[in-house]
Nanobody
Framework: VQLQASGGGLVQAGGSLRLSCAAS????????MGWHRQAVGKQREVVAA???????NYADSVKGRFTIFRANGNNTVYLQMNSLKPDDTGVYYC?????????WGQGTQVTVSS
């Protein structure tokens, strides 16, 4: 499985960004798709994840502000980020997991200025 992410950038606090990640390859083996992020000097953390049946999981710090959704037959995962805060700054990575799959996309930088 290969993942291609896009959509990062620079935004002011309170603004919005949408990240997207398209999967290719053995996509039938994918179960959960999600987003992680890593800020400078911090460990990578899960931001949001979504199963094909629509169940979602969010980090407490983004609940109510971020929305994860999948489209294109569940092969593309999006992360709509609203009310962005400077603490949301970091490199965002998309991830796909299945019984025999574990794939990461290239990171995309999100910078939120105060």
């Amino acid at each position: 499985v290969q993942l291609q992410a896009s959509g990062g950038g620079l935004v002011q606090a309170g603004g919005s960004l949408r990240l997207s990640c398209a999967a290719s390859g053995s996509i039938s083996k994918i179960y959960v798709m999600g987003w992680h992020r890593q800020a400078v000097g911090k460990q990578r953390e899960v931001v949001a994840a979504m199963a094909p049946d629509g169940r979602t999981n969010y980090a407490d710090s983004v609940k109510g502000r971020f929305t994860i959704f999948r489209a294109n037959g569940n092969n593309t995962v999006y992360l709509q980020m609203n009310s962005l805060k400077p603490d949301d700054t970091g490199v965002y990575y998309c991830n796909a997991e299945g019984l025999v799959v574990s794939a990461w996309g290239q990171g995309t930088q999100v910078t939120v200025s105060s």
